[in-house]
């Protein structure tokens, strides 16, 4: 009897060590494929929405998923890029509006100057809201919020109560559709995302600036220290942003060909969902931007599986904040376990 208890209490120990390894093996691997929590979440819906369902499950309604996380989509790909330098963006939604609006405004026989114009808006935009961060080292969620004020004023001075028709076939070209082997229905902008996150990706991970930004994120003194330019590539991060807010005002207008200055109004808070339930932490310096397609595909699945369930509206809200704070609170225990 004594033995038996010298052993359990030698094995005790030994099993909550294990234990804590693997914990932190678990932590670990979360921090280093911040995608694959996100990917398994979205697999679970579609399965749990496919049984709960008679409608979800079919070619049909998974390209119109697609097509209708495209916007926002392309405004989180850009979120992405400043929340991994532990910055956020609450104007990059009306920037995008401003931007459909100057492009369904100037719409010519071509289209291509509109184009290029709404673009170049929002690059600018971008650039001053990268210039304040950077020159006088304000905090991006006050000079983004304040530009998210002075943005969607000036929109609506600009159309004057107004939307704006679009009929331009450059501009809606990104809304034309086609089929994949005779059955799979896509349109021109799903595969421009698809060729953006593709470029964004590979900056990231395959460029020696997609190391800066990461290191930035992290650590900004540690990354001044090695010899990196922190302001400069923290400059460039607003401007990259700033072109995918341009392109995305025209994945607007190819979707609804139609120029609001009250449209996307919520687009802001819906990229920062899009990218933190796609596991890029809040704090910077971890994530990208598959995970970030994921978050985006993530809340249109939701928002399609519970409209085809019948759950009122206001509780898709509900149910995409909470899903929200769990992803945000799994990002924190997961840093403290592997630490």
């Known amino acids: 009897m004594p ?104 719409a010519g026989p071509s289209g291509f100057g509109a184009l290029l114009a709404g673009i170049v808006l929002c690059l600018v935009l971008g650039a001053i809201s990268g210039g304040l961060v950077t020159s006088l080292r304000l905090p991006p ?48 902008g799903m595969l421009l995302a698809v060729l953006m996150y593709a470029l964004v990706w590979y900056s990231l991970s395959r460029t020696g600036w997609g190391r800066h930004v990461y290191a930035l994120g992290n650590d900004p003194e540690a990354a001044r220290l090695t010899g990196i330019h922190v302001n400069r590539t923290l400059f460039s991060v607003y401007l990259l942003a700033g072109i995918i807010y341009g392109f995305a005002a025209w994945q607007a207008i190819g979707r609804i060909p139609n120029a609001d200055p009250n449209a996307y109004q919520t687009g802001n808070l819906d990229s920062i969902t899009a990218v933190v339930i796609g596991g890029t932490s809040l704090f910077g310096g971890r994530g990208g931007v598959l995970g970030t397609l994921v978050g985006a595909l993530i809340v249109s699945v939701l928002r399609s599986g519970l409209t085809q369930a019948g759950i009122d509206e206001l509780y898709q809200d509900v149910a995409t904040g909470l899903l929200v704070i769990a992803a945000v609170a799994l990002d924190q225990l997961a840093r403290r376990r592997s630490r």
């Open 3 to 106: 033995n038996g208890v010298k052993v359990g209490a030698e094995t005790a120990p030994a099993t909550a060590v294990r234990g804590r390894r693997r914990q932190i093996e678990i932590s670990e691997l979360v921090l280093r494929y911040p995608a694959l929590g996100p990917t398994c979440a979205l697999v679970l819906a579609v399965v749990v929405f496919s049984v709960a369902t008679n409608t979800f499950l079919s070619l049909d309604n998974f390209s119109l998923v697609v097509e209708q996380s495209l916007v926002v989509g392309t405004l989180a790909l850009g979120q992405t890029l400043i929340i991994l330098t532990a910055g956020i963006d609450l104007a990059n939604g009306a920037i995008m509006v401003f931007g459909t609006l100057l492009m369904a405004k100037l």
């Open 141 to 188: 969620f006050i000079v983004t919020l304040g530009m998210l004020t002075v943005v969607a004023a000036s929109s609506r001075i600009f159309a004057a109560g107004q939307s704006f028709p679009v009929s331009n076939g450059l501009l809606t070209l990104l809304g034309q559709r086609f089929y994949l082997f005779g059955r799979i229905e896509v349109t021109a």
